[in-house]
């Protein structure tokens, strides 16, 4: 009897193995997207992270070079523009345990929220 099962001698993937190849290729496929979609999101925040903290520095160099009489008011709001993107700032002057040295907070905000994307404080003599 040579014949044996002709389709067992030929070599070959069943169905069956076929199917659960294609399940696992599918679900990687799945993972991968949502990786990928996860790094997006991420990437997002990170730069809205970075510019808001560069209009804080750079608020608060301004601070730092501002005369007494601008600083003396105690408080400051305006915008600005950077990356393309509107920011809103505010700007408080508080007093500290040491007479001569006055201590100043940036908050930065993106334009339309209230939520702080990131803050800066700075020491400097008092006006």
Do not use: H, K, Y
Request: some cysteine.
């Amino acid at each position: 009897m040579a014949c044996v099962d002709a389709r067992r001698a030929i070599g070959g993937f069943s169905l069956i193995e076929l199917l659960v190849a294609l399940a696992v290729f599918g679900l990687t496929v799945l993972a991968l997207l949502n990786l990928a979609g996860e790094n997006t999101r991420t990437a997002v925040v990170v730069e809205e992270q970075v510019l808001a903290g560069v209009v804080a520095d750079n608020r608060a160099a301004e601070a730092l070079l501002a005369t007494p009489a601008q600083l003396a008011a105690g408080a400051d709001a305006g915008e600005t523009l950077l990356g393309d993107r509107a920011w809103r700032w505010t700007r408080s002057v508080s007093p500290t345990d040491m007479a001569a040295i006055v201590r100043i907070d940036v908050a930065v905000m993106p334009a339309g929220e209230e939520r702080v994307a990131a803050e800066a404080t700075v020491f400097r003599e008092a006006p």
